[in-house]
C-alpha cells in the first residue's frame, strides 16, 4: 500500500520537474514565485496536480495508523514523504498548499488517532494565520540572485499581511459600491469544464471568476501578474446581479453545509461502532477535502476550488480502490485496530440503523 502512494506521489513530483524544467532551475521558479499567476499561465494542469500532494500524504499516514505493528522503516518512508511533499509545495509559492500538509495531518489525527483540546486548536489558528501572513508577504517580496536571496522587507510591519485578515470581504464592497457590469450569467461557473483545459491549446476559453473580477471591477490593476478571487457570493452577484446573486450564492452556501453536516454524522457513526480501517481513514480525508472546499468558496473562486476538490478526492478513491484491489488478489484480512475513543451520540445512531432499542433501566 505504501508502494502505490509513493508510485502516485511521482504524479505531482513530475509535474513539478516539468515546472522546473520549463523555468531552467529551482532558482529560476524560486525568483518567479511572486509572478507566478503570469508565469504559470498555461500551466494549470500542471499546477492542479501539485495540490494532491497533501492528501496523498495524509493517506500514507493513514496506512501506518491502521497497521497495528508499523515498522519503523514505514514510519520513516513517511516521514520522508513529508519532507518531499513540503519541499515541492514551498517551490510553488502557495501558502496554502503548505500549510495544507500540517493541517491534514492534524485532523486525521484527530479523527483516527486521539482527540485535541480546544486550547491546541485555538493556538494552532493562530499560528496558521501568523504562518500564512508571513509567508504571503514572503512570496510577493523575495528576489533570487545567484546564491543570495533578498526578502526585500523596507519596513518591519510589511513581515505581516493583514490583507489575509480581510479576505472575502474586499470584493463584496467593491461590487455593492459600482453597478454589475456584464453580467456573465453563470459562465464562470461553466469554467469547471474548460479549466482543465490548457490555455495555449485554446487562447479564448471563458475566464474564471477571479480573471472577470480582476480585469472588469479592479482594472486589471496588477497587469496580469496576479488576480484576486471575488468569493462564491461575489462571484454570484457578477453572474446574475445584486439581488437575484446573493440569493443564489447563499442558498448555494446553505446547501453545502447541510451536506457536509450529513457527512459528519455518517463518519462520526462509523466512528461509533469503534473499529478503525484504511476505509474509515480515507474517508475521513475525503470528507476535510471537502470542507477545504467549502470553506475555499468563502473567499476563493469556483472552479479553482471545485477542480482542486475533484481532482483529491478522485486520488483518494483511486488509493482506496487499488488498496481493495490487492487485499482481494491476496486473500488478505483488513487490519483493524479498536478505537481509542467512542463517541455515545454515534453509538446511538448505530443502535437505530441496526434497528436495536437502547437499553433502558426497567422499571
Not at 482594472?219 to 461575489?234: K, M, V
Not at 476550488?305 to 483518494?316: D, M, N, S, T
Not at 488478489?329 to 437502547?358: D, H, M, W, Y
Amino acid at each position: 500500500m505504501d508502494l502505490i502512494v509513493w508510485l502516485l506521489s511521482l504524479i505531482p513530483i513530475l509535474a513539478m520537474w516539468e515546472l522546473v524544467r520549463t523555468f531552467g532551475s529551482q532558482i529560476d521558479l524560486g525568483d518567479a514565485i511572486s509572478q507566478r499567476v503570469m508565469l504559470f499561465r498555461g500551466y494549470g494542469y500542471l499546477t492542479i496536480t501539485l495540490s494532491l500532494l497533501p492528501p496523498l500524504n495524509a493517506a500514507y499516514y493513514v496506512l501506518c495508523l491502521s497497521r497495528t505493528q508499523a515498522s519503523g522503516i514505514m514510519w520513516l518512508g513517511w516521514g520522508a514523504h513529508v519532507l518531499l511533499s513540503l519541499g515541492v509545495q514551498l517551490l510553488t509559492g502557495s501558502r496554502t498548499s503548505i500549510l495544507n500538509i500540517l493541517l491534514f495531518l492534524v485532523l486525521v489525527s484527530h479523527y483516527c488517532w486521539r482527540r485535541f483540546s480546544l486550547q491546541f486548536y485555538a493556538v494552532l489558528a493562530i499560528g496558521l494565520v501568523v504562518a500564512a501572513s508571513f509567508l504571503g508577504t514572503v512570496r510577493n517580496t523575495m528576489k533570487i540572485e545567484g546564491a543570495n536571496v533578498d526578502l526585500r522587507l523596507e519596513r518591519a510591519e510589511e513581515i505581516v499581511d493583514n490583507a489575509i485578515l480581510s479576505d472575502g470581504l474586499r470584493p463584496l464592497e467593491v461590487l455593492f459600491d459600482s453597478p454589475i457590469r456584464s453580467l456573465q450569467f453563470g459562465m464562470t461557473f461553466l469554467t469547471l469544464f474548460t479549466n482543465p483545459i490548457p490555455r495555449n491549446w485554446w487562447p479564448g476559453k471563458p475566464d474564471t471568476g477571479g480573471v472577470v473580477y480582476t480585469k472588469v471591477y479592479l482594472e486589471d490593476q496588477w497587469d496580469g501578474y496576479s488576480n484576486a478571487t471575488p468569493g462564491l457570493l461575489g462571484e454570484s452577484m457578477m453572474n446574475f446581479g445584486h439581488a437575484v446573486g446573493l440569493l443564489f450564492g447563499f442558498g448555494a452556501l446553505l446547501g453545502l453545509q447541510f451536506w457536509l453536516g450529513k457527512w459528519y454524522v455518517r463518519l462520526m457513526v462509523l466512528r461509533g461502532r469503534g473499529e478503525f480501517n484504511i476505509n474509515y481513514g480515507l474517508s475521513v480525508i475525503c470528507f476535510l477535502c471537502a470542507v477545504q472546499f467549502v470553506n475555499g468558496l468563502l473567499t476563493g473562486e469556483f472552479t479553482n476550488c471545485a477542480v482542486g476538490f475533484l481532482a483529491r478526492v478522485l486520488l483518494i478513491l483511486g488509493v482506496g480502490t487499488l488498496w481493495r484491489s490487492r487485499m482481494i488478489g491476496t486473500n488478505q484480512v483488513r487490519e483493524r485496530r479498536r478505537f481509542p475513543l467512542t463517541s455515545k451520540p454515534a453509538a446511538a445512531i448505530v443502535a437505530e440503523e441496526r434497528g436495536q432499542e437502547v437499553l433502558r433501566t426497567p422499571t
